[in-house]
């Protein structure tokens, strides 16, 4: 028995379900794009014109009526797309990719199913999602009935187009044979049509024949819309705020309340209390002191001995700082998971106990920032060292959720969903970023001790005309050094440096007419647009 595909749950050894028509069409043509768009083609305006095409097939297979279009997550997710597909398009960066790739399998969870809260349910869903799309898909390509009939009406028609199909051609050799113009042109036609399916026929291949499939998986798994149930079944009974739970036993159906138990819980709840209040109020003068060190020695003067090891300082420190806020993190939703949060007595001095903790860590996680802020100081900006900065927010963050929490009786869920929506939207503030010129153009200064060219020279395109314009500083740098395969830093001589910038600069001059459109970057773009301006001038 098959029903339609938007009001049935897909079993584990169902038949087929089919599709509307509508829906086929759209995901066949979703595929062919993709193909279009991505076969041997590099991220660029092809993710930008994909998300418009994803966005938009969306919103038209979409009932008018839809729940979906009335949830603020769809919109979200769907401005998300746009927007990392444009971040993509003008940088072609590795965080613009991951976030256009997060954000359409964020839309595609929630379209097929918009009660979901959290946004790695719905990331979940959408990849989970793929295989039943597919099988879908394939459901619905059925063989044709009364396929004998169909068969001999074709062989009909056939005969009767065979006729002038014949007049056709002999007419035009006998007008080619009449007219030399004519026979010239039609030579140059035929010699079109000949490379045209020459063409075609080095395009088909087992590779391209794959990722042709692959892409129909993708668009079967963004528009067949097959809910994943148990997803949603786990969020159903997860709620923001935590509930109360009384003691009882059970009595011919009915809860009655046991003054034994109860008391006996309540003297289990005074001992947990105690042991939060003594845990929150030895770690907070733990955590006074740390702080107090670091005010005395990181934020009031800081001035590393000349033999002091900088990288250890704020490597193996952050790290561990940052496990210490993350452990302190879990301390607090262990004490205010259940009853603590009820418990009248010290609830107040328990609460300020732990506002003034959560306080604490967030001045740590400033300090983590201060020691991230001298290392890029002394050696400049990296990734990861952007990266530092982009976690640190989302702790500090989350740290705010926590007195959310304390105070509003939030419970994890909750928490969860706040931080997963704020990771989000710090990656699509990373995809938006120029990161690689703002990382040339500072780590491009003389004050510098040692500069890792290998890293600038191994930096997209883009980052070229600044790289060129700045050439002089590498003979003004005291040490240039480039990372070698065995992930130790070797000494690069400038002349050496010289002739790999211009190496990168021939190879981009050179390739980059050459690239499809699909491939192209507006950052790219404009940086040839530069070089080739200054060729000009300089010659």
């Known amino acids: 028995m098959q029903s339609s595909l938007e009001s049935s749950c897909w079993p584990a050894a169902a038949p087929a379900y089919t599709l509307p028509a509508t829906r086929v069409s759209a995901i066949i043509s979703l ?23 994803l966005v938009a097939a969306q919103l038209l297979l979409l009932p008018r009526h839809a729940p979906v279009r009335r949830t603020a997550g769809f919109w979200v997710a769907a401005l998300g797309c746009l927007a990392s597909g444009a971040a993509v398009a003008w940088y072609g960066s590795g965080a613009a990719v991951l976030a256009a790739l997060g954000s359409g399998l964020l839309l595609v969870g929630l379209v097929n199913q ?9 990331v979940l869903t ?6 039943p799309g597919l099988r879908a898909l394939l459901g619905s390509v059925r063989a044709p009935r009364q396929l004998g009939a169909r068969l001999q009406r074709g062989w009909f028609y056939g005969r009767l187009l065979g006729v002038p199909l014949l007049a056709l ?15 010239a042109l039609s030579e140059r036609a035929w010699q079109w049509l000949d490379e045209g399916l020459a063409r075609l026929l080095a395009a088909v291949s087992v590779p391209h ?10 668009a079967a798994g963004a528009l067949a819309a097959v809910p994943v149930y148990w997803l949603t079944d786990r969020e159903a009974g997860r709620g923001e705020r935590v509930q109360r739970r009384r003691d009882g036993v059970a009595s011919l159906g009915v809860r009655r309340p046991d003054f034994r138990l109860s008391t006996r819980r309540t003297l289990d709840l005074r001992k947990e209390w105690l042991a939060a209040v003594a845990c929150f109020g030895l770690l907070n003068a733990l955590l006074a002191a740390v702080n107090a060190v670091d005010v005395s020695w990181i934020w009031l003067g800081f001035r590393p001995a000349p033999d002091f090891d900088l990288t250890q300082f704020v490597h193996e420190g952050t ?24 418990y009248q007595p010290g609830l107040k001095w328990l609460r300020a106990g732990a506002t003034l903790w959560v306080l604490q860590n967030a001045f740590l996680a400033a300090s983590v920032g201060l020691r991230n802020y001298y290392y890029i100081t002394a050696t400049g900006l990296a990734y990861k060292r952007i990266g530092v900065y982009a976690f640190l927010a989302l702790t500090v963050f989350g740290l705010a959720t926590l007195l959310l929490k304390i105070w509003q009786r939030r ?15 710090v990656l699509l503030l990373l995809a938006g970023g120029n990161w690689e010129i703002w990382i040339a153009r500072y780590n491009l200064q003389a004050r510098f001790a040692r500069l890792d060219a290998g890293f600038l020279l191994n930096m997209p395109p883009r980052v070229l005309p600044v790289l060129q314009a700045r050439e002089r500083l590498l003979d003004q740098v005291p040490a240039l050094v480039e990372e070698g395969d065995d992930g130790y830093y070797h000494a690069l001589a400038p002349a050496r440096a010289h002739e790999l910038l211009r190496q990168r600069l021939a190879d981009f001059r050179r390739e980059y007419p050459a690239r499809d459109w699909q491939s192209r970057t507006g950052a790219a773009e404009q940086a040839f647009q530069a070089l080739t301006t200054t060729s000009k001038l300089l010659n």
């Not at 959408?126 to 295989?131: E, F, M, S």
């Not at 262990?334 to 949060?341: E, H, K, T």
């Open 209 to 218: 024949l794959l990722f042709l499939a692959a892409c129909a998986v993708v």
């Open 114 to 122: 918009p009660q979901l809260r959290l946004v790695g349910s719905a």
């Open 169 to 183: 051609g002999v007419f035009q050799l006998l007008f080619a044979l009449a007219n030399p113009r004519y026979a």
């Open 411 to 425: 419970t994890l869920f909750s928490l969860l969903r706040l931080n997963s929506w704020a990771a989000y939207a």
């Open 319 to 342: 790290y561990v700082l940052i496990f210490s806020i993350l452990l302190a993190a879990g301390i607090m939703l262990w004490f205010f998971r259940r009853n603590l949060n009820f």
């Open 31 to 53: 595929a062919v794009a993709g193909d279009y768009l991505f076969w041997q083609e590099d991220a660029g305006l092809n993710w930008l014109v994909y998300m418009g095409l």
């Open 126 to 131: 959408a990849v989970l999602g793929a295989w």
